[in-house]
T-cell receptor, first 112, second 115 residues
Framework: AQSVSQHNHHVILSEAASLELGCNYS??????LFWYVQYPGQHLQLLLK??????LVKGIKGFEAEFIKSKFSFNLRKPSVQWSDTAEYFC??????????FGAGTRLFVKA | DTAVSQTPKYLVTQMGNDKSIKCEQN?????MYWYKQDSKKFLKIMFS???????INETVPNRFSPKSPDKAHLNLHINSLELGDSAVYFC??????????????FGPGTRLTVL
């Protein structure tokens, strides 16, 4: 069965630290990849997405992600986090149909 | 302009009651979804409708019955509510193309508490 793994369940960083959140999926075919963010008490919003083309994707608020097909990975990065980045981050994979599978989420806490 | 709206935002009810949550999207998308998010923030797909037709029906108790009167609306009715139904329920919509689903737009969520 297709699955999405987010290795870090909880991450605590100080402001200005660099961030990398891991995401791996299990599917051998073409995929559409997404990272969503959920700020406390809010709904999920799209950070960035990858369908095809340049595997390095830039999103909102200084986030970027790199698709590495050989590793089935789509890791999220930000060079310098801010207190306002405290949120839950979800990686999601669509394998071409109607169903998008979400990872379990990574809770990021940024200390001011 | 709210893209995906849900009502109510909060729902507190007793075990055994029946309740409904409504969802509407004004994005012109052809596919709508219901997700359940538990206390650990895990997001689980429940149902999906494409052009009013049920496409995804995950292993959800048949106490949960979705209804899509048109492409812009997807409602969720829950019978005989149980304590374990307490969660946040999110509605979402997306446009599904031949290459798959584009990004999903989520509603604000309905926090259901069953006492």
């Amino acid at each position: 069965a297709q699955s999405v793994s987010q290795h870090n369940h909880h991450v605590i960083l100080s402001e200005a630290a660099s961030l990398e959140l891991g995401c791996n999926y299990s599917y051998g075919g073409t995929v559409n990849l997404f990272w969503y963010v959920q700020y406390p008490g809010q709904h999920l919003q799209l950070l960035l997405k990858y369908f095809s083309g340049d595997p390095l994707v830039k999103g909102i608020k200084g986030f970027e992600a790199e698709f590495i097909k050989s590793k089935f990975s789509f890791n999220l990065r930000k060079p310098s986090v801010q207190w306002s980045d405290t949120a839950e981050y979800f990686c999601a994979v669509n394998t071409g149909g109607f169903k998008t599978i979400f990872g379990a989420g990574t809770r990021l806490f940024v200390k001011a | 302009d709210t893209a995906v709206s849900q009502t109510p935002k909060y729902l507190v009810t007793q075990m055994g009651n029946d309740k409904s949550i409504k969802c509407e999207q004004n994005l012109g998308h052809d596919t709508m979804y219901w997700y359940k998010q538990d206390s650990k923030k895990f997001l689980k797909i429940m149902f999906s409708y494409n052009n009013k037709e049920l496409i995804i029906n995950e292993t959800v108790p048949n106490r949960f019955s979705p209804k899509s009167p048109d492409k812009a609306h997807l409602n969720l009715h829950i019978n005989s509510l149980e304590l374990g139904d307490s969660a946040v329920y999110f509605c979402a919509s997306s446009q599904v193309r031949s290459s798959g689903s584009d990004e999903q737009f989520f509603g604000p969520g309905t926090r259901l508490t069953v006492l």
